[in-house]
């Protein structure tokens, strides 16, 4: 396509040998239109001793949940006629199912063992810890057995919007077909996001990726309040007259 614009992306962290590496999504389209959403705080729960209704009503837990959700469209002509040698060979032999494929990895979970080693072995861990498991039930002795948890994903929308996110729905509309290889060669994602909470992100257990995720949500956090702060040059205007005292 001609011109260069900046286009949104995913980065998912995945741990391959003791370094982990980023698959980064570029979207081949930046969506017309994104759905923002908000959900208030939950209200904070009373607290040992106190009897419903007791403590202060405006009290909240955690923070208030945000999420997304749009579009994606995906063509394998543009890449064919427009892509690097490498990327339209790609496209003319398996359509657009690369980035289908990139994007439904997103929401398979990986087994965690806490050490950011590859899925591989940490797959051997995992048979060996039901091994060790069961041995150590018999012997009165509680071992850690690995756990899956869903690829860390940073959502980037501009220098304005780097947030680390957890896929909740993916809805893939196939439109068009190859002729002959019947690979899909045009398609529309429907996409759900959920900005992790601060508690999720600490949840992190890899060190370096946590690291990353941390730095973005505190940049995000930092950004918003000096939008928000910068917002009082408008209202200090917009105030006058519209109260009566």
Known sequence: ????????????????????????????????TMTHTWQPAAAA?????????????????????????FSLAMDAGDTVADGSPPAAALATLS????????????????TSTGSGLASATAAVGAAGAAVGAA????AGVQRQVPFSVVPTV???????????????????????????LLVPTHADADIGLRVLTQKEVNALDNGLVKDIVK???SYMSTLRQGLALANLVNSADSIIGMLPF
């Open 95 to 110: 359509g657009i199912y690369p980035r289908l494929a990139a994007l439904e990895m997103l929401l398979f979970p990986s």
């Open 135 to 138: 041995a150590g039930a018999a």
């Open 45 to 69: 729960e009373p607290s040992a001793g106190q009897a419903q209704g007791e403590g202060n009503p405006l009290a909240v837990s955690g923070e208030p949940g945000e999420e997304f959700s």
């Open 215 to 217: 730095t973005a949500y």
């Open 154 to 180: 940073l959502f980037v929308w501009g220098p304005g919007r780097i947030l680390p996110v957890r896929v909740t729905s993916l809805r893939i509309t196939e439109k068009l077909y190859h002729s002959t």
């Open 1 to 32: 396509m001609p011109g260069k614009y900046l286009r949104g992306a995913f980065i998912e962290f995945t741990s391959a040998f003791l370094v982990p590496i980023p698959n980064v999504i570029i979207f081949q389209y930046n969506p017309e």
